[in-house]
């Protein structure tokens, strides 16, 4: 089965902010190789955090024990990184994140609300209903 490199970013997904409810961080990004059933090779998240320090948030690499493997092959998602400027780096945003990985050859791949009306209108169409009436 084949792969692909792709991201999510959970505060653009059209359940983040549920998702990030409760939760000790302010954002996520993950990423990796997705299969094309959605499943991975293992998690791999950079997750912001609320710190005191200039920019006020930290991002932080965050990897599952099954990830290793994976986070190998992604060499050039952390040489991306590291050539950044210091002050850049250490106040990335989510959003110039998914930038990076996008340069690094990663498709964005998070379900946003655009996406999830898109499909509903997609299935109302195949089965024949109007969709300017549903």
């Known amino acids: 089965m084949s792969t692909k490199r792709q991201f999510i970013h959970l505060s653009r997904a059209w359940y983040g902010p549920a998702a990030l409810r409760g939760q000790g961080f302010r954002d996520e990004v993950m990423f ?3 299969f094309d059933d959605g499943s991975t090779e293992g998690e791999i998240a950079v997750r912001w955090y609320d710190i005191p320090a200039p920019c006020g948030q930290a991002a932080r690499l965050e990897a599952f024990d099954d990830s290793w493997q994976v986070l190998g092959q992604l060499q050039d998602v952390v040489a991306a990184m590291a050539a950044l400027p210091h002050q850049t780096r250490s106040c990335i945003s989510p959003e110039r994140f998914g930038q990076l990985l996008e340069a690094c050859g990663f498709e964005d791949a998070t379900p ?10 997609d ?3 195949e089965r024949g ?4 009436v549903a």
Do not use: C, F, P, Y
């Open 32 to 34: 990796g190789l997705l």
């Open 112 to 121: 946003t609300q655009a996406a999830k009306e898109d499909t509903r209108v």
């Open 123 to 125: 299935k109302v169409s």
């Open 129 to 132: 209903i109007d969709s300017r």
